[in-house]
């Protein structure tokens, strides 16, 4: 039994995001080295195992929607994508991502998707206040449900 789900992310970014933060979501999504500061996500708390077999909490930087080629699970590729939106009616950038994930990363996720929202076009904003960021499925399900960003919270499922 796996509890791997699809996460599919599809949002337009407004256009006041600064150069440092593209370069950070570039890293996130795999289009880009790991700037030498992080300002979206900034802590990656894994647990390791000492010399005494103790454990300790470390920092572990990682890209969180960077995977790529086949899925191992849900079928189809992983893949993400970030193009500007230049020249067409709204402006900003245009994210796409569909990758794996397991509900132990939903917490490093659900900080990335928070500041994708803020940072969404209002074309986003749905009707109740929450903003659509994309869509999760349970690699058994046959139907994604919407994943949307109310109040601060990830609409992650229970």
């Known amino acids: 039994m796996s509890d791997v789900y699809e996460l599919v992310v599809s949002v337009d970014l407004r256009d006041e995001i600064s150069e440092r933060e593209l370069a ?7 289009l ?3 700037p030498e500061r992080l300002s979206v996500v900034t802590r990656f708390p894994v647990v ?19 995977g790529r080629g086949a899925a191992a699970r849900v ?5 993400s994508a970030l193009e500007s939106r230049a020249g067409l009616p709204r402006t900003g950038w245009a994210l796409t991502s569909r990758q794996e994930v397991h509900p132990d990363e939903f917490e490093k996720l659900g900080e990335l998707l928070r ?6 076009h209002a074309t986003h904003l749905r009707g109740d206040g929450a903003v659509g960021v994309g869509f999760l499925r349970f690699h058994e399900a046959e139907v994604p449900e919407v994943l949307t960003i109310e109040g601060g919270q990830v609409g992650w499922p229970e």
Do not use: K, N
């Open 24 to 30: 950070e979501l570039r890293w996130h999504l795999g």
């Open 32 to 34: 880009g080295g790991r």
């Open 48 to 66: 390791v195992w000492d010399d005494e077999g103790h454990p300790a909490i470390e920092d572990d930087p990682c890209p969180l929607l960077a």
């Open 75 to 79: 079928g189809g590729v992983l893949c």
């Open 115 to 120: 500041w994708l929202a803020a940072r969404a």
